[in-house]
């Protein structure tokens, strides 16, 4: 069994009060998960299923509170976007002036879209990236109806006058 050292920093009363004053469950678990090694000897897999966390998230715990102290147990958020180099209201800007020059009927592709976001930020992005921007902003893609390049207008025009093609019948079929 995996036993945990912690750091003689705190006591084990200490750890118990510190459980049942925190201030969202994040924060208890890992006090919780400190507590029962110090107090109890609990192994890791023991705390693990007690917690109901992997034993990675407690080897996790005690080792950052071991090296960075009892800061590194209160909990920092994670929410939001950390996936985009804009803030939200900069990327909205950058599709307004696109939006722009969509109105004014110019295509809008993506590889414009790319040079756009790397002038602003002053670093190259992935490919993916202005799709994903796109995408986040509910913007689709649309694409235009491709005209074969020996297309004849006349001809096409001349074609939809023509009634009928002569020498054709139709046939009943029975069964």
């Given at each position: 069994m995996n036993h945990i050292h912690i750091n003689d920093t705190m006591t084990?009363?200490?750890?118990?009060?510190?459980?049942?004053?925190?201030?969202?469950?994040?924060?208890h678990n890992r006090w919780q998960a400190l507590y029962l090694?110090?107090?109890?000897?609990?192994?890791?897999?023991?705390?693990?299923?007690?917690?109901?966390?992997?034993k990675y998230s407690v080897n996790k715990w005690v080792y950052n509170f071991n090296h960075l102290g009892e800061e590194s147990i209160f909990?920092?958020?994670?929410?939001?976007?950390?996936?985009?180099?804009?803030?939200?209201?900069?990327?909205?800007?950058?599709?307004?002036?696109i939006g722009k020059q969509a109105e004014k009927d110019l295509l809008v592709v993506v590889k414009t879209v790319k040079a756009e976001v790397e002038a602003r930020?002053?670093?190259?992005?992935?490919?993916?990236?202005?799709?994903?921007?796109?995408?986040?902003?509910?913007?689709?893609?649309?694409?235009?109806?491709?005209?074969?390049?020996?297309?004849?207008?006349?001809?096409?025009?001349?074609?939809?006058?023509?009634p009928g093609m002569p020498g054709k019948r139709l046939a009943k079929f029975s069964t």
């Open positions: 084990a009363d200490e750890f118990k009060f510190r459980m049942l004053s925190s201030k969202d469950i994040q924060e090694a110090k107090a109890k000897g609990f192994s890791v897999q023991e705390i693990a299923d007690i917690i109901g966390v992997s909990s920092h958020s994670k929410g939001g976007n950390r996936t985009s180099f804009l803030s939200w209201e900069e990327e909205e800007e950058l599709l307004s002036a930020l002053g670093r190259v992005v992935s490919k993916d990236y202005p799709y994903d921007l796109l995408h986040r902003h509910s913007w689709r893609r649309i694409v235009l109806q491709s005209n074969h390049p020996q297309q004849d207008a006349e001809k096409q025009e001349d074609f939809k006058k023509t």
